[in-house]
């Protein structure tokens, strides 16, 4: 494993809480996340974490028009919470959205 990369397997890294940096899952995992927040997985009523139009209010761009990101350095959309990709990732599909 690359030593720059080595920090974030450490077990005093994953007790920290450091926003955007150590979330710890796996991809099913992350993936039931993000299906539970657009509609009930599972077939199981009341599962979807957001109502949809909490869901439309947190996936609609706060961002100024060609506002360049202090940590990008570039022009990037964000929701209340995600990051939007439909102008920089079209392949997404509309309304997409993740990152947090």
Known sequence: MLTVYRFY???QTHQAEIPAVNGITNA???ARIFASLIGNIDDRKDSRLLQPEILQHATTSNTLPNEIDAILQISFPFGMGFVLY???FPMFGPKSFGHS
């Open 28 to 30: 099913r995992s992350l």
């Open 9 to 11: 397997n450490e077990a």
């Open 86 to 88: 439909e102008q920089d």
